[in-house]
């Protein structure tokens, strides 16, 4: 088939924005340390190149590197960038939506609306090395599910253990890991609690599986006093947090037991399992919202893969699944694979809705 110039043109284009990908990253990276954003908030939304100058420890020999970083992160549509001279000698930048979301001031009109410590992880050497050895880690016949640890993924393969295992014993790492989890949970749970808060009417109590220091617990605990709220994860999570009389927490397996409750809540947590994990996983949530009655329900935060979304969504959303392929040895799922997943487990019927906003939805699912 001929190929015209401007086919090509555009082809080449479509490859070096692939090929060029990391550096990408690396530059919004680089504004999320520089604390670009937060200086452009301080100014109002809205600051000019001069005044990012005198804001962000930029070297004086470097400044004019900046405005070209500037120039494609509002390219990309990170920040919005207005000409405020005839001739384009300086140049405004405004927030939008996107960088409204890398704010971490504490006057930002809630903190937690910041996903930018979940943004430093994924673009940390850990993350970068791991996916550099996926080509290798396809080759290597037997890495998958019980294959040696250090070839189950490419993480593994790429630092010599599993991804839990590394960020026990690098503190850093570990440290990196909970504030981006932290900043995750709080981003997602504030849209939950104020636009789908009808999920938890008629619950009385709640355990958040797997929900670490108990961030969402809290805000359900804060939107609904009348929920009883309680958290579920292993021993050496449980140990370290301090009590605090709102959040109750519970140690133990999820894969042995889970405590009763009227709602069991998952956020972000199947995604990490395969499916055969998951299918027991779940078969304990229904013993728990099982154990009275009236029965209780699951409810899980997850990213339910669909032609349907925009296509940037479900490129981000595909992303986060080549990222669990890389890291984990769990996956995203399709409508089609949720649904074989609960009727395996011993549940009925399910109810899916997106939660506006994310990529993500809220799964409630009936015994």
Known sequence: MATTGAELTQAEAVLWCHGFGYIKSMALQCAIKLGIPNAIHRRGGAASLPELHAAVPVAASKRPCLSRIMTFLAASGIFRQEKITDDGAAACYHLTAASRLLVDDDD????STCVSQFLTLLSTPHFVTASQNLAEWLQKDGAGTGAAAAERTPFAMAHGAGFYDVIRRDAALGACFDAAMGSDTSFVSEIVVREHGEV????????????HNGTTARAIAGAFPHVRCSVLDLPRVVEAMPADGTVEFVAGDMREFIPPADAVLFKYVLHNWS????????????????AREPRGKVVITEVVLSGSPSKQTLEAQLLMDLCMMVVLEGKERTED????????????RYKITPISGTTRSLIEVFP
Do not use: N
Request: with cysteine; charged share 25%; aromatic share 10%.
């Open 108 to 111: 930002a009109g809630g903190r």
């Open 275 to 290: 499916d055969e994990d998951c299918v027991q996983i779940l078969k304990r949530s229904k013993e728990a919202v099982c």
């Open 337 to 348: 694979t949720w649904h074989k997943i609960f009727l395996d487990a011993g549940f009925t």
């Open 200 to 211: 938890f009417a008629g619950v009385a109590s709640v355990v958040d599986v797997g929900g």
